[in-house]
């Protein structure tokens, strides 16, 4: 396993555009997280799910922004309309079950909007 | 509610100077607590944690922190700086719906 995978590593898009990140966890993992982080900050909670199912959302988690786990394994993060505020690096995370054990994260894809 | 503070954004140590990273945190639960780094233009990687066992918990990369709940304060050390230390280090809580609680980090520069 090479731990927690996300593509892609960089995104330039146009204002307006809409995204698409995804996120490949740790197999074994059935917990997945998002998060962003901006310049400076420490990471902030998006989403989470447990298996296919989303079980939390922040309420950073505007309506422009959607995440799905549809089978379980996987994830993507869509953003809509892209405004220059959503530039930051966007992070995910994996754990086999909750937090105890803290989270593997991957590199992250970093969002630039012009 | 759970929080975190990290005390100085930036922190400078000599190469082969002790390292200190302050990190005090409220928690209206048994805390478990962590220690994350991270590289540039990289995602977080665990250093340690504590869970509730032993008060000392030794990390990676020659790194330690100690529990002391009466300060409420969890601290990150190492004896002895290394260049490639240079990174920002995040405090993290656990808070009472499993999620993590983060501090805005600590920017370790190490000088020649």
């Known amino acids: 396993d090479t731990g927690v995978s996300q593509d892609p590593r960089h995104k330039i898009t146009k204002r307006g555009q809409n995204v698409t990140f995804r996120c490949d966890p740790i197999s074994e993992h059935n917990r997945l997280y998002w998060y962003r982080q901006t310049l400076g900050q420490g990471p902030e909670f998006l989403t989470y799910f447990q298996n296919e199912a989303q079980l939390e959302k922040s309420r950073l988690l505007s309506d422009r922004f959607s995440a799905e786990r549809p089978k379980g394994s996987f994830s993507t993060l869509e953003i809509q309309r892209t405004e220059q505020g959503d530039s930051a690096m966007y992070l995910c995370a994996s754990s086999p079950g909750e937090s105890l054990y803290g989270y593997t994260f991957g590199s992250g894809t970093r969002l630039t909007v012009v | 509610a759970q929080s975190v503070t990290q005390l100085g954004s930036h922190v400078s140590v000599s190469e082969g100077a002790l390292v200190l990273l302050r990190c005090n945190y409220s928690s209206s639960v048994p805390p478990y607590l962590f220690w994350y780094v991270q590289y540039p233009n990289q995602g977080l990687q665990l250093l340690l944690k504590y869970t509730s066992a032993a008060t000392l918990v030794k990390g990676i990369n020659g790194f330690e922190a100690e529990f002391k709940k009466s300060e409420t304060s969890f601290h990150l050390t190492k004896p002895s700086a290394h260049m490639s230390d240079a990174a920002e280090y995040f405090c993290?809580?656990?808070?009472?719906?499993?999620?993590?609680?983060w501090g805005a980090g600590t920017k370790l520069i190490i000088k020649p």
């Open positions: 993290a809580v656990r808070d009472s719906n499993y999620q993590l609680i």
